[in-house]
């Protein structure tokens, strides 16, 4: 069915879905994953269950990593509807000029559709490679290519960047400029972002930043073969292609990862189900014969174990029918998903060192984090920091924080730029303060550990996730 810019809210039950399995899904995030940030699930267009763990919260973006590239993918199809562009185009078509001098027969076969499919021919993720060069059209051009384009499987996001570059190339308009009246407007999204290379291209594969309803409805469009409001917004031919298997991406370890990629779309293990999905669990999961869409951000280091939880614990709820209703189920669902939340760290409140230490400022000798110097203030618990570095972070902040209870702010402690946080401390030890910094908008928790020990202090910085390691090297800082 089609649906309104506002999307229509009913029980499970009425829709054909059990309470009681929806409450199971939640219970097993709840007790064993424990990062999931938010979930919207849609049933014949309608929305029967939704949740945001607290300081998590509806009305709030979410970085979507990967989950970027389905939206790529789409603005490709459109170009193609529109007749400017063949994905069987070859690559080079797009960037004569960044060519190299020698150009090898791999390179002169790779086609649009090969950027779409992951299936290049490079024998690794281009992405790095890629973006480290100052022209990232040559860089990319540049890279063996070692096997047949459409012969061999590689994730690689550089290949959606060269997608995103030739939209733009052939619309004058960003991948963001390009959707927002053909997709974003009439889905009703709102204030969509795309983070851009330096040279002014959305980086495709990365980057796009959207609430959780803004992905359901991403996914209810897909659902619909692109219809939306009685309108064809994308190609019903392009959401068929894009979504069934175009190439093998067998073997791999965690089993939702081997089913089959499309253009830039995961087909998953139960029948006829796909999704796209961006680092940490940002999911949109499309069930046409269940016919029902599930919408995801979380902060996961394991992105197969919400996806095991969703087959074993959801989706057997799923029936064909209504079902009777059953009230004690739905409101008790109801009352679980009003209360979800991340709960703020449990520790001791207060420590005999907090006195000595209140307002004392401690200096860093130059360090990764440009961080120079901090300060606490345990009366108002708020702590003062001076950066070195950084553009707009660069300077004197000072980050506002709870005790059993999350305060809002912004922060640059450990982040490229500002993020809004949900701050809380508490004192591990008499001599051990940590500092937790949810950043709501992403899938980053951040922990800061400071242990004082007469005028110094051991300054350490950890992250629930991060595409290396989640541990920064420890500073130590001396008491002025």
């Known amino acids: 069915m089609a649906l309104s810019n506002t999307l229509p809210r009913s029980t499970p039950e009425a829709q054909g879905i059990s309470s009681a399995s929806i409450q199971a899904f939640v219970t097993t995030v709840e007790q064993d994953i424990q990062h999931l940030h938010s979930f919207m699930l849609l049933r014949h267009g309608v929305v029967v269950a939704e949740g945001w763990w607290h300081p998590y919260r509806s009305k709030a973006p979410h970085m979507l990593f990967s989950l970027s590239k389905s939206f790529t993918s789409t603005a490709v199809g459109l170009a193609v509807a529109e007749g400017r562009l063949s994905i069987d185009d070859p690559l080079l078509k797009f960037f004569p000029e960044d060519a190299p001098k020698k150009i090898g027969p791999n390179l002169v076969a790779m086609q649009v559709r090969h950027l779409l499919s992951m299936s290049t021919g490079h024998d690794q993720d281009s992405t790095d490679r890629t973006m480290a060069g100052r022209n990232p059209f040559k860089a990319f051009l540049a890279l063996p290519v070692e096997h047949v384009p459409g012969t061999h499987f590689v994730y690689n996001s550089g290949a959606t960047y060269m997608l995103a570059a030739i939209v733009q190339k052939l619309t004058g308009q960003t991948l963001v400029e390009y959707l927002t009246p053909r997709l974003f407007e009439p889905l009703g999204i709102e204030g969509a972002v795309w983070d851009s290379h330096p040279n002014g291209v959305n980086f495709g594969g990365w980057g796009l930043n959207i609430k959780t309803e803004d992905i359901a409805r991403f996914g209810q469009l897909y659902l619909q073969k692109g219809i939306w409001h009685g309108q064809q917004l994308v190609p019903a031919a392009w959401v068929q292609a894009a979504t069934s298997k175009q190439v093998s991406n067998a073997p791999n370890p965690a089993p939702d990862w081997e089913q089959g990629y499309g253009f830039q779309f995961w087909r998953c293990q139960p029948a006829g189900i796909y999704r796209g999905d961006g680092a940490f669990g940002q999911y949109c999961i499309v069930m046409p014969e269940q016919d029902a869409v599930l919408a995801i951000t979380s902060g996961l280091p394991d992105m197969q174990i919400v996806l095991t939880a969703i087959w074993e614990k959801l989706l057997p709820g799923v029936h064909i029918?209504?079902?009777?209703?059953?009230?004690?189920?739905?409101?008790?669902?109801?009352?679980?998903?009003?209360?979800?939340?991340?709960?703020?760290?449990?520790?001791?409140?207060?420590?005999?060192?907090?006195?000595?230490?209140?307002?004392?400022?401690?200096?860093?000798?130059?360090?990764?984090?440009?961080?120079?110097?901090?300060?606490?203030?345990?009366?108002?618990?708020?702590?003062?920091?001076?950066?070195?570095?950084?553009?707009?972070?660069?300077?004197?902040?000072?980050?506002?924080?709870?005790?059993?209870?999350?305060?809002?702010?912004?922060?640059?402690?450990?982040?490229?730029?500002?993020?809004?946080?949900?701050?809380?401390?508490?004192?591990?030890?008499?001599?051990?303060?940590?500092?937790?910094?949810?950043?709501?908008?992403?899938?980053?928790?951040?922990?800061?550990?400071?242990?004082?020990?007469?005028?110094?202090?051991?300054?350490?910085?950890?992250?629930?996730?991060?595409?290396?390691?989640?541990?920064?090297?420890?500073?130590?800082?001396?008491?002025?």
């Open 321 to 480: 029918g209504p079902l009777p209703a059953n009230c004690d189920e739905s409101e008790g669902l109801a009352a679980t998903l009003k209360e979800l939340k991340l709960l703020p760290p449990d520790g001791k409140s207060a420590s005999e060192q907090a006195e000595r230490i209140s307002g004392k400022t401690f200096v860093f000798a130059p360090n990764v984090e440009s961080l120079h110097s901090l300060s606490f203030n345990f009366k108002d618990n708020t702590l003062t920091y001076r950066l070195l570095a950084g553009g707009e972070r660069r300077g004197k902040h000072t980050l506002s924080f709870g005790r059993g209870k999350w305060v809002e702010g912004l922060s640059a402690l450990g982040t490229p730029v500002f993020r809004k946080v949900a701050a809380s401390g508490i004192w591990l030890t008499d001599d051990t303060f940590v500092l937790t910094l949810c950043q709501y908008e992403t899938p980053f928790i951040v922990t800061i550990r400071c242990r004082f020990d007469g005028d110094q202090i051991y300054f350490d910085f950890k992250v629930n996730v991060a595409f290396g390691s989640t541990e920064r090297p420890q500073l130590l800082g001396k008491l002025i």
